[in-house]
């Protein structure tokens, strides 16, 4: 989805004086690219990388880009060498709520709506949802208070001692995937915020999961499924998340649409049930 945006430049994460040369070394590093591999995408030099990563050699504003694009930088970090190689910022971060962005939020809503009666959301960096269907509110029932006022964190929800936890049958496999997931986003983005929130959901106590229910049938999933309890029934479900392709603002680029498609035919009958 394509929409104009406006805004305030986004901050950078990182402080300009450090320079842009060790910013650059420490991505492709992290990368594991070599310099001359990099000159060769970058149609540049190994020499002048290694110029560049010492400071010897101040980078154009288009150098900058090109060999943050070749690193696979995310958005809000480019914005960070651009400021630390002297440069203005890019990439603008648009409040969801501007209207520059009504196309996007439109678009959003029509989408997950569409995956009713399967639950799909919509999360930030630090995973406050920003959009959710019927299909998440359903799996909600019953929560307390506290965990349901916004903003919604998708993690606080699912391994909190008094959320989702205690009903996932899988508890244990799920939880680990989920913080694997959230420290490969810590090792990408460098995020303080997100490193606080995985700091906290990963020191929740681990509830017992109450198996209950049906013994669940042996099924070939193709991938981890989370197996929850759901008024004395075993939903099963596989999570698929989408992101924007070549995002120019900081916002977008960092939206992300969770779908949690049914992993077995009884998980899909029932939800078709709940609207038919």
Do not use: C
Not at 89 to 112: F, V
Not at 227 to 234: C, K, M, S
């Amino acid at each position: 989805m394509t929409t104009a945006v406006t805004g305030t430049i986004a901050s950078a994460t990182a402080p300009a004086e450090k320079g842009v040369g060790p910013l650059l070394r420490a991505w492709r590093e992290r990368r594991r690219v070599s310099q001359l591999e990099l000159a060769l995408r970058a149609d540049s030099s190994a020499r002048h990388i290694s110029f560049v990563e010492t400071g010897r050699s101040r980078p154009s504003e288009e150098m900058v880009l090109k060999l943050a694009e070749h690193l696979d930088v995310p958005v809000r970090e480019r914005n960070a060498l651009l400021l630390a190689a002297g440069y203005a910022p890019r990439y603008p971060e648009t409040p969801l709520d501007d209207p520059a962005l009504g196309a996007l939020r439109e678009g959003i809503e029509r989408l997950i709506q569409g995956y009713d009666p399967y639950p799909a959301f919509v999360v930030d960096a630090t995973y406050d949802v920003v959009a959710a269907n019927r299909g998440i509110m359903t799996l909600l029932d019953g929560l307390p208070e506290f965990l349901l006022k916004p903003p919604l964190n998708a993690m606080r929800l699912t391994l909190h001692p008094q959320g989702l936890a205690p009903r996932i049958l899988n508890l244990p496999e799920w939880r680990g995937h989920l913080l694997a997931q959230m420290e490969r986003q810590i090792a990408l983005h460098r995020s303080a915020p997100l490193r606080r929130l995985y700091e906290e959901v990963a020191a929740y106590p681990v509830p017992e999961s109450d198996p209950g229910g049906e013994p669940a049938e042996p099924v070939p999933y193709f991938a981890l499924p989370m197996r929850i309890e759901h008024e004395g029934r075993t939903l099963s479900f596989i999570s698929s998340i989408s992101t924007f392709n070549t995002p120019m603002d900081v916002t977008v680029a960092e939206l992300a649409i969770e779908t949690l498609l049914p992993a077995d035919p009884a998980t899909a009958k029932y939800l078709r049930s709940l609207i038919s």
